[in-house]
């Protein structure tokens, strides 16, 4: 390609950009040129990252296995190609390897209050702050995500609803458990754990989206707002 046909990545539109076509469209819409050089980041003064990637798919007939295959030396002959970039490739397409060769991941189902104290008692059981936790559920229940939404002190924590909900959205949850800790060894709901309950449920409706429980979680117990009929 020619000085004069060369055309960056950076004066492509939105929708073509690699980077931004995976933001904006989702990951299986790239073509296998369009992810490599997501991860290769550039081409060469005169080269864009898709075109070097074409370019090396097809020294390989575009068969990935066979690229997997090819060495640090030989990724390297590719101008554009230096040390970085050719272990990037390489260390991506093992990654690739074994996720091929691992079993499907079986997804926890929440059934009971037990299961969700069992899931969280190592994390936050023997805290001596307060910290705020959202398990995302799917329709059967399982658990798709948990991650930890706020951190406090001895006797509080905040919680963002817009936060909450958003992790829903982004995880296609249709459900989810709220999870709080307390150091005290107070197995009781607090007026505000009812109140953020209760906010939060209320939001979980507008969105069809089900708070199913609330679990205090203390070294030795918990509290379960589903079982006790609160929620």
Not at 24 to 46: C, P, Y
Not at 68 to 77: A, D, H, P, T, V
Not at 107 to 127: A, H, N, V
Request: aromatic share 6%; hydrophobic share 40%; glycine share 6%.
């Amino acid at each position: 390609m020619s000085e004069n046909n060369f055309f960056p990545i950076r004066n492509w539109s939105e929708d073509d950009k690699p980077r931004e076509k995976l933001m904006l469209k989702g990951k299986s819409v790239l073509t296998d040129a369009e992810l490599l050089a997501i991860i290769i980041g550039s081409g060469s003064r005169n080269e864009t990252a898709v075109d070097l990637s074409k370019k090396i798919l097809a020294s390989v007939n575009n068969n990935l296995s066979a690229l997997g295959k090819l060495s640090l030396q030989q990724l390297m002959l590719f101008k554009g190609i230096g040390e970085a970039k050719a272990i990037s490739i390489i260390a991506t397409l093992e990654l690739g390897r074994r996720r091929r060769n691992e079993s499907p991941l079986e997804l926890t189902k929440i059934i009971s209050s037990k299961i969700i104290f069992e899931i969280m008692q190592p994390l936050i059981g023997e805290l001596q702050h307060e910290e705020f936790w959202i398990i995302y559920l799917n329709n059967a229940n399982k658990i798709l995500f948990k991650t930890q939404l706020s951190k406090g002190s001895i006797t509080g924590t905040m919680v963002d609803v817009r936060l909450v909900f958003k992790g829903a959205l982004e995880t296609n949850a249709t459900s989810i458990v709220l999870c709080h800790n307390h150091p005290s060894g107070t197995l009781l709901a607090s007026e505000q754990d009812k109140l953020i309950t209760k906010k939060l449920q209320s939001a979980g409706n507008n969105l069809d989206i089900k708070i199913i429980d609330h679990v205090i979680i203390c070294e030795h117990g918990y509290f379960s707002f589903a079982d006790e009929g609160i929620l």
